[in-house]
């Protein structure tokens, strides 16, 4: 049989129904229709709510894995961020930490340098300024080093002064730094004048006491003294200038079974923490003056 001659349509039993093409202008219809109606009169809206509501579970369920690891990354992300955060944020409270404490240092600095400048303009006798370098090497001594020596014209014997006080003597001088003796030095000792009776005594070093202090020798127990008065230098012996601040009676030790009270002072100047200083030609004329500057 020639090929030209088969029957090439679909047999009965496939022929049921509309056609295909029926079946398509039918259903693009219908296609039309409903986007023409669910843009004018939204039927299909109702029909949409259902549907998203019943698979808004089944979503939420598929969505969870994805979430999980999106909060995981955040999760690491955010603690990394922290981390540097906290680390600048301790490196810049330390960096202002000591920032303040210079501020502070320098304020402190600034005022007893006013403090000097202005007890500089009320003596009446050369002075110079001078800066404390480091504490003497002798443990067993009460001395600090000065930046200021032979070449500055400082003289042996000169009286050394902080902003509130007399803070020692020196009594070693080198070429370009010299030695001062605190007055709670055991080797060292000052006449002084109690401002309240005006009564003369000699005040000495005493470095045994609890952080450094001076002490009265050869006071009667029944001597005027009381705690709190305020003991200057007397001038009697030609070095100190009178009426420096130099201590004050802190306690009074009045023994039965000694002839002498023992009287403790705590020195007025700052005999551990002076960082600048004043430098006075001595007065009394034993004593070389040497060319010091206002």
């Known amino acids: 049989m020639a090929l030209g001659t088969l029957d090439r349509s679909l047999p009965p039993f496939f022929n049921q129904g509309p056609s295909v093409m029926s079946k398509l202008v039918f259903f693009g219809a219908l296609s039309l229709f409903l986007m023409v109606a669910d843009a004018r009169f939204q039927v299909t809206r109702p029909i949409r709510a259902a549907i998203a509501t019943v698979l808004y579970p089944v979503q939420w369920v598929a969505l969870q894995p994805v979430h999980a690891v999106q909060n995981g990354a955040a999760y690491f992300a955010n603690l990394e961020q922290a981390q540097s955060d906290s680390a600048e944020a301790r490196k810049k409270l330390a960096l202002q930490s000591l920032r303040a404490g210079q501020v502070e240092q320098l304020t402190q600095e600034n005022n007893r340098l006013r403090k000097l400048l202005e007890l500089r303009e009320q003596l009446a006798i050369p002075v110079m300024v ?151 030609a001595p007065t009394g004329a034993e004593v070389g003056v040497g060319p010091f500057s206002r």
């Not at 000792?189 to 401002?195: E, F, K, L, R």
């Not at 004050?248 to 009287?263: C, V």
């Open 130 to 280: 001078a800066e404390v370098l480091y504490d003497a090497a002798d443990p067993y001594t009460r001395k600090v080093i000065i930046d200021k020596g032979r070449a500055h014209h400082v003289d042996l014997g000169s009286p050394v002064l902080d902003e509130s006080g007399v803070l020692g003597q020196v009594t070693r001088v080198h070429s370009l730094v010299s030695e001062v003796t605190l007055v709670i030095d055991r080797d060292l000792s000052i006449p002084v004048q109690n401002v309240r009776t005006g009564a003369r005594s000699v005040a000495f070093g005493d470095a045994s006491a609890h952080g450094g202090g001076l002490e009265l020798r050869f006071m009667a127990p029944s001597a005027d003294l009381q705690e709190g008065d305020l003991l200057t230098t007397s001038g009697v012996d030609g070095v100190y200038p009178p009426g420096l601040p130099v201590a004050k009676i802190d306690r009074i030790d009045r023994r039965a079974d000694s002839a002498f009270a023992r009287i403790h002072c705590l020195p007025i100047a700052q005999v551990t923490a002076a960082r600048f200083v004043l430098v006075l």
